[in-house]
């Protein structure tokens, strides 16, 4: 068990699991986007850590860039979504495979669409390492799903409960 802040969180997912659904997100990547140049987008702060070991197991050529948003405080979302830095290349006609953490309540992946919409993309497609199903109320598709949990607060790997936890290379939830 591990206090951040004022909350104490035990351990639920290992750094061996997260691995291998990385590996496995990679492979079907790899086999859709072969004969392309795909251009990856990590969402920050939360996946950093996903996109440094995806980009590391990715063996095609590709780029890579990062947007940043916000959408949560604290151990909730405010279902509103801010923009905070943006992607600055050309993405016309280009593949854009955004990289999630986890996706939840999906309101990120909307204004994510809308955005690669005007940039008149080939294909937008998302990749989240972690997926909360009973979460999600939106009808975009996800296109690449690492671990599919329940909907409950998880820390680390690159995600943080106010501003901690970023760096443990294994997942802990909220205890109950």
Do not use: W
């Amino acid at each position: 068990m591990i206090q951040l802040h004022d909350k104490q969180f035990v351990p639920f997912i290992s750094a061996t699991e997260i691995e291998f659904a990385i590996a496995k997100m990679v492979s079907q990547v790899e086999a859709d986007f072969a004969d392309e140049t795909p251009v990856f987008v990590g969402v920050l702060n939360g996946a950093f850590m996903v996109v440094a070991d995806f980009m590391k197991q990715y063996k095609k050529p590709c780029e890579v860039s990062f947007i940043k948003m916000a959408s949560y405080e604290g151990t909730t979302s405010t279902n509103e979504v801010k923009q905070l830095i943006g992607v600055n290349q050309d993405l016309t006609g280009r593949s854009v495979i955004v990289i999630e953490d986890i996706v939840d309540t999906g309101n990120t992946l909307v204004e994510l669409k809308e955005l690669f919409k005007k940039q008149n993309v080939k294909h937008f497609k998302i990749a989240t390492l972690f997926f909360k199903p009973e979460a999600y109320k939106k009808d975009i598709k996800i296109d690449y799903v690492g671990i599919r949990i329940p909907n409950k607060f998880i820390v680390g790997y690159g995600l943080d409960y106010d501003g901690l936890g970023r760096n443990l290379p294994e997942v802990y939830k909220l205890k109950e």
